[in-house]
């Protein structure tokens, strides 16, 4: 299991999130243009993406989503995307 740094900045969290983001979209798009208001639908998300990209997510940060954690508003902007994670995820 890999090992998690304790209390991670919301920096942090957000740019592994975006290295994730865009390494699930397999995108050349830049990381400055994704901000906490970006809609992630208009960035290229879909639901095939959507999947592997909470799966990256699980794995990095050490938590298991649960049905009820999933809606169309933890999509709707990169700043709720990167508050769920920063309130789920496990860092030992």
């Given at each position: 299991?890999?090992?998690?740094?304790?209390?991670p900045?919301?920096a942090?969290?957000?740019?592994?999130?975006?290295?994730?983001?865009?390494?699930?979209?397999?995108?050349?798009?830049?990381?400055?243009?994704?901000?906490?208001?970006?809609?992630?639908?208009?960035?290229?998300?879909?639901?095939?993406?959507?999947t592997?990209l909470l799966?990256?997510?699980?794995?990095?940060?050490?938590?298991?989503?649960?049905?009820?954690?999933?809606?169309?508003d933890?999509f709707?902007r990169f700043?709720n995307?990167?508050s769920?994670?920063?309130?789920?995820?496990s860092?030992?």
């Open positions: 299991m890999a090992t998690h740094p304790a209390s900045s919301s942090s969290v957000a740019e592994t999130v975006k290295t994730c983001l865009l390494s699930v979209l397999g995108s050349t798009l830049s990381t400055d243009l994704i901000g906490d208001d970006t809609n992630l639908f208009d960035v290229g998300v879909d639901s095939m993406n959507m592997d799966l990256q997510l699980e794995q990095r940060f050490g938590f298991t989503l649960a049905p009820e954690d999933l809606s169309a933890l709707l700043g995307l990167v769920f994670v920063e309130s789920h995820a860092f030992e």
